[in-house]
């Protein structure tokens, strides 16, 4: 693996085209990312700094950044040790908050839920949880908590699984 990766986005604040920014409350938050051969993501604000709350904001993107980067760290390690994930699914949170005078991330938790075919190592699969955590790049580049607390079942379980959860920091 190369040692250097670049990656490119072309930011349009869009929202110019209903007037420049003449006073705070008036201007249109609305923008579109363009990366090379992707489908154009159009964004805003979130609605608390007058944005749209239909739109994705660049909050909602660095907690789905996170929780996917994890997603495909665990999924890269548990098809490496041999273990077959059949269903896994995120419901990330993040919280922003002022802090040392500044708003800011304070915490994001990952709660996945991941559901391994019977008889494959469940132990194993909850502890590659922790190892992705540690590998994630997006996770390596932010400076507060990323919290993970997995949960792990088998496929065809009865109605009370068994699970384990754990945390990261």
Known sequence: MAQQHEF???????????????????????????????????GSADPAFRGDSGMHNPEDL??????????????????????RVVAYQDAATGTMKLADGKMRFTEVTLNPTVRIQRGDDA??????????HALCFIANSVNFPVRNAPTVTEADEAASPTTESGADS
């Open 8 to 42: 490119r986005v072309r930011t349009l604040w869009t929202g110019a085209a209903e007037g420049g920014t003449a006073d705070y409350a008036s201007y249109s938050r609305e923008y579109a990312m363009e990366i090379d051969g992707k489908p154009t993501l159009k």
């Open 62 to 83: 660095l907690v789905a950044a996170l929780s996917a980067c994890h997603l495909l760290s665990y999924l890269a390690l548990c098809a490496r040790a041999g273990i």
């Open 123 to 132: 132990g194993q699969a909850r502890a590659l949880h922790h190892e992705a």
